[in-house]
């Protein structure tokens, strides 16, 4: 099977393509630094070309209402693309509980990016995960002043990259799901008990203040970005961060 990953020079995409070479298929890299572009739409109809399986690792340049115009248009560029070339498969990344915050821009234009997907010419599956443990120093950063940082109790359940490309990789591999996959990181945390273990780590003395007012998930409520009856992956944030 050949493999055109969308995207696959990223943190995912990279892992993802790996994955799959080491397998055995062949999984082919494709980004702006390969000349694709996927709202342009350069490059496309080449990129996919005698692919079985399309992996869309793509993302918005912004977390803003900009977002939902990226995700349209690059989807509907892929999907042509892909429909022109007969690709059996087509597969995306998004986020547990998506559909669950629209409050947020960002998650609805996942969200809208999904449902392109499910509605579109070509049989696809959809991977959801929950918050990449990767991304902890930039939510510190947001709410960071001075020796404190300030960050809610929002519930979180965060995943280890490479167990998510894992996880793309294993979809990507078999048949069209023509539905969600959910994977989550093994134990759910409050993100400011995150942010306490991630500095004390790090050896940086800064406090960590308890605020359900800061930050962008001080909007969401409740277990949202959580998902108990999700795939668990293995690894731990203490295993991760060591």
């Known amino acids: 099977m050949k493999f055109a990953v969308i995207g696959g020079t990223g943190l995912i995409g990279s892992q993802v393509v790996r994955n799959l070479n080491a397998a055995g298929r062949e999984a082919v890299p494709h980004s702006q630094s ?3 572009d996927v709202i342009s739409g350069q490059g496309l109809d080449e990129a996919v070309a005698g692919a079985d399986v399309v992996v869309n690792l793509t993302n918005s340049p912004t977390f803003d209402d900009a977002s939902p115009a990226f995700f349209r248009t690059s989807m509907d560029n892929l999907l042509a693309a ?26 609805r234009a996942k969200v809208l990016q999904e449902d392109l997907l499910a509605t579109g010419p070509v049989p696809y599956s959809i991977v959801r995960a ?24 929002t519930p979180i359940q965060p995943i280890a990259a490479k167990d998510v490309a894992a ?11 023509h539905g969600i996959h959910n994977i989550a990181g093994p134990e759910i945390l409050p993100l400011d008990e995150l942010g306490r273990i991630t500095l004390s780590h790090k050896g940086d ?4 203040v308890t605020d359900p007012t800061a930050g962008m998930f001080a ?16 690894t731990r944030y203490t295993d991760w961060l060591s």
Do not use: C
């Not at 996880?167 to 591999?173: I, R």
């Not at 003395?205 to 960590?208: A, D, G, S």
């Open 205 to 208: 003395n800064r406090t960590v």
């Open 130 to 153: 929950t918050q990449f443990m990767e991304f902890m120093d930039a939510v510190l950063s947001w709410t960071a002043d001075g020796d404190t940082v300030r960050l809610p109790a």
């Open 82 to 107: 892909a429909q022109k070339g007969g690709v059996g498969h087509f597969v995306i990344l998004s986020i547990v509980g998506a559909d669950q915050v629209p409050q947020l821009d960002y998650y």
């Open 219 to 234: 909007v969401i409520e409740g277990d949202v970005l959580t998902d108990r009856n999700a795939h668990l992956a293995p």
């Open 167 to 177: 996880a793309v990789a294993q979809v990507a591999a078999g048949a069209p799901l």
């Open 34 to 36: 390969t000349g694709v």
